[in-house]
Nanobody, 127 residues
Framework: QVQLVESGEGVVETGGSLRLSCAAS????????MGWFRQAPEKEREVVAA????????FYADSVKGRFTISRDNAKRTMYLQMSRLKPEETGVYYC????????????????????WGIGTLVTVSS
């Protein structure tokens, strides 16, 4: 069982920056694919970025490429999402997710590949 706790909730102006953190429990963080997902009001949850435990491969949604950076600190068992040049349409609840430790699939960055979820943290981008 992996428990995930997000932090970094906040309100920022359009064009601003914010960093989210996700702290994970357990001793297998370094062998766990992790991801950030976003759910905007009245929309489905979508992947924002993901980082694999094999080779630290990363995935970014097209809409955030060049503005968001996902990273992880295995020693701290923490994942981060640095967001810059934020847009109002990126307002929503951001969820941290983790796959089963030690696993890796062809669609490793999708929500369907994740087994554990945090409760989410709210990001509001004001226009």
């Amino acid at each position: 069982q992996v428990q995930l706790v997000e932090s970094g909730e906040g309100v920022v102006e359009t064009g601003g920056s914010l960093r989210l953190s996700c702290a994970a429990s357990g001793r297998t963080f370094s062998q766990t694919t992790m991801g950030w997902f976003r759910q905007a009001p009245e929309k489905e949850r979508e992947v924002v970025a993901a980082i694999a435990w094999i080779g630290d491969s990363t995935f970014y949604a097209d809409s955030v490429k060049g503005r968001f950076t996902i990273s992880r600190d295995n020693a701290k068992r923490t994942m981060y999402l640095q967001m810059s040049r934020l847009k109002p349409e990126e307002t929503g609840v951001y969820y941290c997710a983790a796959a089963e430790p030690g696993t890796f699939s062809s669609e490793w960055y999708r929500a369907s590949a994740m087994a554990y979820w945090g409760i989410g943290t709210l990001v509001t981008v004001s226009s």
